[in-house]
C-alpha cells in the first residue's frame, strides 16, 4: 500500500467526512477555502483524503522552507517537481491535465506561506478565471492565518477541523492497538488521553501503541488505573511542579515491565514492583540481544514513532524528516553529548554485522534500547563497547525552519514561539508578530521553571525543553550525573 493510499484510510471521524462532503460541494471556481485545525488533528491526512476522492482531478502540494525563499514541494500524484513559490501557478497548471473537469489545488503547511498568500491567492483568481470547468484552492494550515487582515479578507471558506467526539476517540485508540491480541481500553482512559492530547491524533495514536505494549507485556487485557495516570504523565505531560518526577516514574514502569517481564536476560537490580506481579506461568525460551538484529529504517521508523509520526519502513529516511517539519542529524559524540542533548538517538552496535536500536534513557550505569517494539536494559559499558560511535537524532523546526528564534524572525516564527509560551505558562497570546519586551519577559519566565539560563534568549535548548513540556517532543531519560552533559544555549 502506497502512502497516498495508507493516509487515505486514516481517521475516519464523521466530522471530517462532513467537512470533505462540504468541500466539494461548496468550494466552487475562483474559491478559496482554510482547512485549520491543532497540530496534529488530522489536516494533512484529510487532505489527501479529499484528493483521493474527489470528483474531478486533486493534487496536493506542501510548502516548505524559509519564509522569504518558499518552495512548493508535490504531495500527491502530480507530474512536477518541486518549485519556487514565485514560479508556482506557472509550473502548477500546466502540471494539471487539460481535460474538462474541476480542478482543485491543496495546499499544505501554509503557514509558511503567509507573506506570500495574498499575492498567491490573487494570482490564483486570475488564473481561475480562464479554465472553462473551474479551478479551486484549499489551504492547509493553523487558524493564526486569519489573523492577518490580508488573507482574511480572500478567504471565502474558513473551515475548523473538529474534535473528535467520545466514541469516535475510544474507537480511533483501539483501532491503533489492531496488532491480533486482545487488549481493551477503558472509557475514562480515552476520554483522559483525549483531553491531555487536545486534539493530537498522532499523540493519541502514540498513547494508544504504548498502552498496547504495556498491557501484552504484562500479560493483561488492560491497564489499571495507575497504569494508565503513569502512561497519560510520560506521553502527555501537564504543566506542574511534579512534572519531571511523573515523567521518571513512568518511564521506569514502562522499561521495567517490558524488561523484565518480557525478558529474562536483561534484568535491572530492583525486584519487581508488587502491583506489576503476574501469577507465575511456565517460562518462554530466553531471548538474547544478539537475535533481535534490526534493519536500519526499522529503527528509523521507532525514531519516527517517538516524535509521534506512523511512517511505513520504506520511508524512514532521514530525507523524508522534512515532510513532518523535522531536522535529520547525524554525526559521531560521545553519551554525554547526546545525553545533553535530552532526544531519543539511534546509534549501531556492532553485533550481527549491525545492532540497531533507538536510545530512550541514560544512567551513569545502563541504558534503555527500544528495538522492534521492545526495551532492553543493557550496562553502559556493554554498550560502550559495542557502540561505534555514531548517531541519527531528530529536531523540530521554527517555521523559517531554524531551531531558534530572536528579534530578526519573520513574524510567523514570532507568534509561533509566543503561542507555545503562552500555552506552557497559561497566559494571554500576543499574535501581533512582533518581539516586544513582554516576549522577552515570557522566555525568562518559562526559562526560570525550566532550571535554565535566564537570558530571554530562546535557544535550541529553550525551545526543546517548551516544545517537550507541551507533549510535542519526546524526552530521553537522561540519569545521568556528569557534570559534562550541558548543552550550550544559542540563539543564533
Request: proline letters at 5%; one cysteine or more; charged letters at 20%.
Amino acid at each position: 500500500m502506497s502512502s497516498t493510499e495508507r493516509q487515505s484510510t486514516l481517521y475516519p471521524f464523521s466530522g471530517y467526512e462532513l467537512i470533505k462532503t462540504f468541500i466539494v460541494q461548496e468550494l466552487r471556481s475562483g474559491s478559496v477555502g482554510l482547512l485549520y485545525g491543532a497540530p496534529g488533528c488530522g489536516k494533512s491526512t484529510l487532505a489527501h483524503q479529499l484528493a483521493a476522492g474527489y470528483p474531478g482531478h486533486a493534487c496536493v502540494w506542501r510548502a516548505g522552507g524559509e519564509a522569504y525563499r518558499c518552495r512548493m514541494m508535490p504531495a500527491a500524484p502530480v507530474n512536477a517537481e518541486p518549485v519556487a513559490i514565485t514560479q508556482f501557478w506557472q509550473h502548477a497548471m500546466s502540471a494539471v491535465p487539460e481535460a474538462e473537469q474541476p480542478v482543485l489545488f491543496i495546499i499544505d503547511n501554509a503557514d509558511v506561506l503567509s507573506r506570500h498568500l495574498p499575492v498567491l491567492i490573487h494570482d490564483f483568481r486570475q488564473l481561475a478565471a480562464s479554465r472553462q470547468a473551474g479551478v479551486s484552492l484549499l489551504l492547509a494550515g493553523s487558524k493564526s492565518l486569519m489573523h492577518y487582515r490580508k488573507i482574511k479578507s480572500q478567504i471565502d471558506y474558513p473551515i475548523g477541523m473538529p474534535l473528535p467526539d467520545s466514541d469516535e476517540t475510544h474507537a480511533f485508540m483501539l483501532h491503533q492497538m489492531n496488532e491480533g491480541e486482545v487488549v481493551s481500553l477503558r472509557r475514562a482512559f480515552t476520554d483522559r488521553a483525549a483531553n491531555a492530547a487536545r486534539g493530537n491524533l498522532a499523540l493519541l495514536s502514540r498513547i494508544a501503541r504504548s498502552a498496547y505494549q504495556l498491557a501484552l507485556a504484562g500479560q493483561m487485557t488492560t491497564l489499571t488505573a495507575r497504569q494508565e495516570g503513569q502512561l497519560l504523565n510520560l506521553l502527555a505531560p501537564q504543566r506542574s511542579a511534579a512534572r519531571c518526577g511523573s515523567l521518571l516514574a513512568l518511564y521506569a514502569g514502562l522499561a521495567f515491565t517490558v524488561g523484565w517481564l518480557s525478558v529474562d536476560t536483561l534484568k535491572p537490580a530492583l525486584p519487581v514492583p508488587g502491583w506489576m506481579m503476574i501469577p507465575t506461568e511456565e517460562k518462554e525460551p530466553v531471548v538474547d540481544i544478539t537475535d533481535s538484529g534490526t534493519h536500519m529504517r526499522d529503527a528509523m521508523q521507532q525514531l519516527f514513532s517517538t516524535w509521534g509520526y506512523d511512517v511505513l519502513p520504506e520511508e524512514a529516511w532521514c530525507d523524508q524528516a522534512g515532510r513532518a517539519e523535522l531536522a535529520c542529524e547525524s554525526g559521531k559524540a560521545s553519551l554525554n553529548d547526546l545525553a545533553g542533548r535530552g532526544l531519543p538517538w539511534m546509534a549501531q552496535l556492532r553485533i550481527n554485522k549491525g545492532l540497531h536500536a533507538v536510545v530512550m534513557r541514560m544512567s551513569d550505569t545502563e541504558l534503555d534500547l527500544l528495538i522492534a517494539g521492545k526495551t532492553w536494559t543493557v550496562r553502559r559499558d556493554w554498550f560502550t563497547a559495542h557502540w561505534d560511535g555514531n548517531y541519527v537524532l531528530m529536531e523540530k523546526q521554527t517555521p523559517d525552519g531554524k531551531m531558534t528564534v530572536s528579534d530578526k524572525s519573520s513574524p510567523e516564527s514570532i507568534v509561533w514561539l509566543d503561542a507555545l509560551l503562552s500555552r506552557a505558562l497559561n497566559v494571554p497570546v500576543d499574535k501581533q508578530g512582533e518581539w516586544t519586551p513582554a516576549l522577552t519577559e515570557k522566555v525568562k519566565l518559562f526559562q526560570q521553571r525550566e532550571n535554565l539560563r535566564q537570558d530571554g534568549k530562546p535557544g535550541k535548548r529553550t525551545l526543546l525543553r517548551l516544545q517537550q513540556a507541551l507533549g510535542e517532543a519526546p524526552q530521553l531519560i537522561n540519569e545521568s550525573t556528569s557534570d559534562t552533559v550541558a548543552i550550550k544555549e544559542s540563539a543564533k
